[in-house]
């Protein structure tokens, strides 16, 4: 069995890698039709017609395919406890069926937290590219992780 990562193990420049996944025509359409049903999103030609060149996948989509990488990955095998918000989203590159994403996690710092003693924040840069090596999503958020020790 492998100890969950506290606050303390994490360190500005350390990469996590966080697994691929590949999406399909159909998750993007069923996931498409429930929460953003645009029509370059629930229909080939809506997305051969739109600026996508082809059916893609929704942005908010993406990332809820990246999040469940990093979530599998990398949260649920720490201390992890939430996060406060998300600073920075960008959706870079559209996905489409077939394609496979492949993400990874760089710690951008870490800071202690005097009004909770027994956490600290870790600034995360999440960041998924296609099988070609084109970046899609690339996001910041500070996340809570418990302190192995509390400071006094």
Do not use: D
């Given at each position: 069995m492998t100890h969950p990562q506290f606050f303390e193990d994490f360190a500005p420049g350390q990469e996590i890698p966080l697994g691929s996944i590949e999406v399909t025509r159909d998750d993007i359409i069923?996931?498409?039709t429930e929460f953003d049903p645009q029509d370059f999103h629930?229909?080939?030609?809506?997305?051969?017609?739109?600026?996508?060149g082809g059916l893609a996948a929704s942005g908010w989509h993406t990332a809820s395919i990246v999040m469940r990488?990093?979530?599998?990955?990398?949260?649920n095998?720490?201390?992890g406890r939430g996060s406060p918000g998300v600073s920075k989203l960008r959706w870079k590159h559209p996905v489409f069926a077939g394609d496979i994403l492949s993400a990874h996690a760089e710690i951008l710092g870490t800071k202690a937290l005097r009004?909770?003693?027994g956490l600290g924040l870790v600034f995360i840069r999440i960041r998924a590219a296609n099988q070609n090596g084109k970046d899609v999503i690339d996001w910041e958020n500070p996340?809570?992780?418990?302190r192995r020790e509390p400071a006094r």
């Open positions: 069923e996931f498409a629930i229909s080939e030609e809506g997305g051969k017609a739109s600026m996508l990488l990093l979530a599998l990955n990398l949260f095998k720490s201390t009004s909770k003693p996340v809570l992780f418990e």
